[in-house]
T-cell receptor, first 114, second 118 residues
Framework: DAGVIQSPRHEVTEMGQEVTLRCKPISGHDYLFWYRQTMMRGLELLIYFNNNVPIDDSGMPEDRFSAKMPNASFSTLKIQPSEPRDSAVYFC????????????FGEGSRLTVL | AQTVTQSQPEMSVQEAETVTLSCTYDTSESDYYLFWYKQPPSRQMILVIRQEAYKQQNATENRFSVNFQKAAKSFSLKISDSQLGDAAMYFCAYRRNAGGTSYGKLTFGQGTILTVHP
C-alpha cells in the first residue's frame, strides 16, 4: 500500500490567500485525522472523521479553517484567509479497525504564510 | 479529558548505552492504547511501540521496550544499545478503545528530543 498521501509537501503563500491541503488515506481505513504541529503548541488535533463524517472539530482554531471528506479516499483542509500564525506542519493520518489503534501518518504539509 | 505529559524536553545518550524516556497520562478509561512515535528530522511520524492497556506484559520491539505501570499511569520507553539513527523527537500518545472499532482521537505528549552522541 502507498500509505497516507498528502499534498503539497511545501506551500508558501501570502497572508490573505486561500490554502488547500489534500489527503488520501490508506484504502480501507475508516478514520481520518488532521493534526497541526508547531514549536509552541506541539501536535494538536484539528478535526477527525469516521466513515467520512466529522466526529470532533473542537480543535479547529476558528472559522477560517474548514475540512471536508467527500468520500472515503479524499479529504481537504482549507484555510481562508490565511495568516502568518497558521504557519505550521499539517499532518493527515488514518487508521483501520484492524490496526490495534495505530495511526498511520502522511509526510506532512509544511505551510509558510508570509 | 485525557492528557499526556512528557516531563523531559530533551535527553541525551552515548552510542551503545541505554536511555529511558518518561511519560505519564491521565484517564478515567480502563481500555486504551499507548504508543511511542518517533519523528526524525525528515518529520515522518513512525510508530516505535504499542501497548494495550489490558495486557499486563510490557511490550518489546527489538531494542525498544516499555515499562507500563497502569495503576501509576506511567508509560516509559527504554532504548537499549542506542544508535545514531535513534536521534529524533519521541512522542508518547494515548488513544482510548471504546469497544469494537470505536477508537477516538490520539492525544500526544509534548515530545522529548533525543540526542545520541558517538
Amino acid at each position: 500500500d502507498a500509505g497516507v498521501i498528502q499534498s503539497p509537501r511545501h506551500e508558501v503563500t501570502e497572508m490573505g490567500q486561500e490554502v488547500t491541503l489534500r489527503c488520501k488515506p490508506i484504502s480501507g481505513h475508516d478514520y481520518l485525522f488532521w493534526y497541526r504541529q508547531t514549536m509552541m503548541r506541539g501536535l494538536e488535533l484539528l478535526i477527525y472523521f469516521n466513515n467520512n463524517v466529522p466526529i470532533d472539530d473542537s480543535g479547529m482554531p476558528e472559522d477560517r479553517f474548514s475540512a471536508k471528506m467527500p468520500n472515503a479516499s479524499f479529504s481537504t483542509l482549507k484555510i481562508q484567509p490565511s495568516e502568518p500564525r497558521d504557519s505550521a506542519v499539517y499532518f493527515c493520518a488514518s487508521s483501520s479497525p484492524w490496526a490495534s489503534g495505530e495511526l498511520f501518518f502522511g509526510e506532512g504539509s509544511r505551510l509558510t504564510v508570509l | 479529558a485525557q492528557t499526556v505529559t512528557q516531563s523531559q524536553p530533551e535527553m541525551s545518550v552515548q552510542e551503545a548505552e541505554t536511555v529511558t524516556l518518561s511519560c505519564t497520562y491521565d484517564t478515567s478509561e480502563s481500555d486504551y492504547y499507548l504508543f511511542w512515535y518517533k519523528q526524525p528530522p525528515s518529520r515522518q511520524m513512525i510508530l516505535v511501540i504499542r501497548q494495550e492497556a489490558y495486557k499486563q506484559q510490557n511490550a518489546t520491539e527489538n531494542r525498544f521496550s516499555v515499562n507500563f505501570q497502569k495503576a501509576a499511569k506511567s508509560f516509559s520507553l527504554k532504548i537499549s544499545d542506542s544508535q545514531l539513527g535513534d536521534a529524533a523527537m519521541y512522542f508518547c500518545a494515548y488513544r482510548r478503545n471504546a469497544g469494537g472499532t470505536s477508537y477516538g482521537k490520539l492525544t500526544f505528549g509534548q515530545g522529548t528530543i533525543l540526542t545520541v552522541h558517538p
